[in-house]
C-alpha cells in the first residue's frame, strides 16, 4: 500500500469557475493495440492491468530536490509520459467509485492531464446532469498551499457570474478584509466593465481570465467598475498577492420576534476554520440565541472532521452521542476496509472535541443544542458544507434551506500526488446516520420549481447582491428571518437560482472553463479545490 498523507478529500471534475474559457481538453489516439513506448519493459496491453506502484513516480519529467512543505526528498524517478498514464489508468481500476464504467482506452496520442480527463463514467444523474462532475487535478505545491492555509494568488474577491456567456455580466460576492480588493474600496455588489481595458460583455475571454483570475501574486491589473447605487464608473489597479482567506466573518445577532437569532458567514472548511468556528459558537452561546442563521451560500466545503464539529457544535450532545456524522462507502472491491490506509472502515463520528487542525486536539467543543437550523444556499454550497446538511438532518436535526439548490457532492477522495501533479478522482460516497446519501442532483428547497434535487423545507430565494452579507435586509437572511416567524416563502425574487446547479462545468486542471449560464442568481467562480470534502 502507498504511503498517503492520511487526510482523506472527498470532492470535484471536468468543471470550472470562471468568465469563459476552454472545458476539458481532448486529444487523439485510442484503440487497442499495444503501446510502442517502452516503460521499464512494460506496454500498453487491452484489458491488462498492473498494480499501479509498478509506475508510480516514474516521471517524464521528475523533480529534484526537497518537497518544502514535507522536508523529503521528492520520490520521482526518471520514466516517461506512459509510465504517468499507466500509473493513472491502473490507479482508476483500483480505486475509482465506478471503476466499471470507465473504458479502457489506450493512452498513445494523449497527453497526461487528457488521458486523466477520460478516466470517468459517462453516465448521468436523474436530472440528466453528468454524474461524476468532480474529477480534476493541481499542481501538487498549489493544492497543499491551498489546503493547509488557503493562500491562494487573487485579489481577496469573490467574484460572481451573473451572465457567463456574452453578454457577460460579473459582480462582486464578497471580498476578504485587508486584502487588495479591500484596499480598492471594493465592497459586495460592484460591477466588472472592463479588465485591462478589455469589455467584459464581448471582449475577449482569455484577456479577461488573465485579468481576473492571475496566477501569481505581483500581477497589476486594471478594473473599471461600478460601485452599486453609483451614477458613474471608476477605474482601480489591483496588484495581486497571496491571499489568506478568513473562513469565518460576520458573526453577529438580530432581535427577530423577541428572540434572539445568531447569524455566521462561513466560506470555507480549511485548518483555520476549526479555531475560527468554535470562537464564533463560543460568542453565540454567551448570547444565548434561539435560532441560528449559518450562511454556507459560498462554501464549497474542505475537511469533514471540521464540517463534523461544527455540526457538533450546533446540534450537541444529546442528539449525536454514539451516531455517525458520515459513512464513507468505496467501491465494490473494498467493503470493510479502506483500501488506502487499509484500515477497517469506520464512520466519522459527531466530533465533540478538538481535532488538532488549529486548535490543540482533545478539547471539549462549545455546544448549542439546536432542534433547528436555519441554512443559506446557492450552487457553490458544496460538498463538506453539504455534509453539515446531511449529517445534521440524519440524527433529526430541522434543516430549514433558504436560498438555491447545492451542488450535489456526496462524494470523495484521497488526493494523490504523482510527479508533481495531485490527481482527484472520485473514491467514495458517504451518507448520513440514516444511511442517506442519494443527492446527487444537491439539496433543494421544498419550493424549487425546476431540476429540484433532495427536497428540504425552505424557500427558493435569489442571491441578493444589493445588500451586505448579514444585513437582516438581505434576501436570503430577511427570507430566513421571515420564514421562522411564519412558515411562508417570499414572492419570487425574479432570478432562478436553481438553474444555476446544472450549468457549472469546471476544467479537468483547474482552469477556467467556459460556463453556459443564464442570466439568473450568480454563479461564484470558486476553483474545483475549494469545492470538495477533505478526509483525515
Excluded at 176 to 195: C, D, K, M, W, Y
Amino acid at each position: 500500500m502507498r504511503t498517503v498523507n492520511v487526510r482523506r478529500l472527498a470532492g470535484a471534475v471536468c468543471m470550472a469557475t470562471a468568465v469563459v474559457l476552454t472545458g476539458c481538453g481532448g486529444g487523439g489516439g485510442g484503440g487497442t493495440a499495444t503501446d510502442s513506448r517502452p516503460v521499464i519493459g512494460v506496454s500498453y496491453m487491452t484489458g491488462t492491468y498492473r498494480p499501479s506502484p509498478q509506475y508510480q513516480n516514474q516521471c517524464a519529467a521528475p523533480r529534484s530536490g526537497t518537497d518544502p512543505n514535507t522536508g523529503l526528498a521528492y520520490p520521482d524517478q526518471s520514466g516517461s509520459t506512459l509510465a504517468e498514464q499507466l500509473w493513472l489508468r491502473s490507479w482508476t481500476n483500483e480505486l475509482y467509485l465506478w471503476y466499471s464504467e470507465v473504458p479502457d482506452i489506450n493512452p498513445a496520442g494523449y497527453s497526461t492531464l487528457n488521458y486523466f480527463a477520460l478516466l470517468r463514467t459517462s453516465a448521468v444523474t436523474p436530472s440528466g446532469s453528468p454524474k461524476d462532475k468532480f474529477h480534476f487535478t493541481y499542481p501538487t505545491s498549489v493544492w497543499e498551499s491551498l489546503s493547509q492555509s488557503g493562500v491562494q494568488a487573487g485579489y481577496g474577491v469573490e467574484w460572481a457570474l451573473i451572465a457567463a456567456t456574452p453578454p457577460r455580466k460579473t459582480v462582486v460576492a464578497f471580498i476578504e478584509a485587508g486584502s487588495p480588493a479591500a484596499t480598492a474600496n471594493i465592497v459586495r455588489g460592484a460591477q466588472v466593465l472592463t479588465v485591462d481595458g478589455v469589455d467584459l460583455a464581448t471582449g475577449n475571454a482569455d484577456s479577461l481570465n488573465a485579468g481576473m483570475f492571475p496566477k501569481n501574486a505581483g500581477e497589476s491589473h486594471t478594473f473599471v467598475i461600478l460601485d452599486l447605487g453609483a451614477p458613474v464608473s471608476r477605474t482601480v489597479t489591483m496588484v495581486s498577492g497571496n491571499i489568506t482567506s478568513t473562513p469565518v466573518q460576520n458573526v453577529k445577532t438580530v432581535t427577530s420576534n423577541s428572540s434572539v437569532v445568531g447569524y455566521m458567514l462561513f466560506n470555507e472548511l480549511i485548518a483555520t476554520a476549526e479555531s475560527e468556528l468554535i470562537a464564533a459558537v463560543n460568542q453565540l452561546k454567551t448570547a444565548t440565541i434561539s435560532d441560528l442563521v449559518l450562511d454556507i451560500r459560498y462554501n464549497g466545503g474542505g475537511y469533514l472532521d471540521i464540517a463534523s464539529e461544527l455540526a457538533y457544535m450546533i446540534a450537541g450532545a444529546t442528539r449525536t452521542n454514539g451516531r455517525a456524522f458520515d459513512r464513507v462507502q468505496f467501491n465494490s472491491k473494498y467493503t470493510t476496509t479502506d483500501p488506502v490506509t487499509g484500515q477497517t472502515l469506520t464512520p466519522t463520528p459527531f466530533h465533540n472535541i478538538s481535532q488538532n487542525f488549529s486548535v490543540p486536539g482533545g478539547q471539549a467543543l462549545p455546544t448549542l443544542n439546536l432542534s433547528t437550523v436555519y441554512v443559506l444556499t446557492s450552487a457553490g454550497t458544496c460538498s463538506a458544507s453539504e455534509a453539515v446538511i446531511n449529517g445534521l438532518r440524519g440524527v433529526g436535526v430541522q434543516v430549514i434551506q433558504i436560498g438555491s439548490t447545492t451542488c450535489g457532492k456526496p462524494y470523495g477522495f484521497y488526493p494523490q500526488d504523482n510527479c508533481g501533479t495531485t490527481y482527484f478522482s472520485i473514491e467514495f460516497k458517504g451518507v448520513n446516520d440514516a444511511g442517506f446519501g442519494d443527492y446527487t442532483d444537491g439539496f433543494s428547497p421544498n419550493n424549487t420549481t425546476a431540476n429540484a434535487g433532495a427536497l428540504v423545507p425552505g424557500c427558493s430565494v435569489g442571491d441578493d447582491f444589493t445588500h451586505a452579507l448579514g444585513d437582516p435586509l438581505e434576501g436570503l437572511f430577511a427570507a430566513a428571518l421571515n420564514y421562522r416567524m411564519t412558515a411562508t416563502c417570499p414572492v419570487a425574487s425574479g432570478f432562478a437560482p436553481e438553474a444555476m446547479a446544472m450549468a457549472l462545468d469546471k476544467s479537468s486542471t483547474g482552469q477556467p472553463a467556459e460556463i453556459d449560464l443564464p442570466a439568473v442568481g450568480g454563479a461564484i467562480v470558486k476553483p474545483p479545490i475549494r469545492e470538495n470534502r477533505w478526509y483525515r
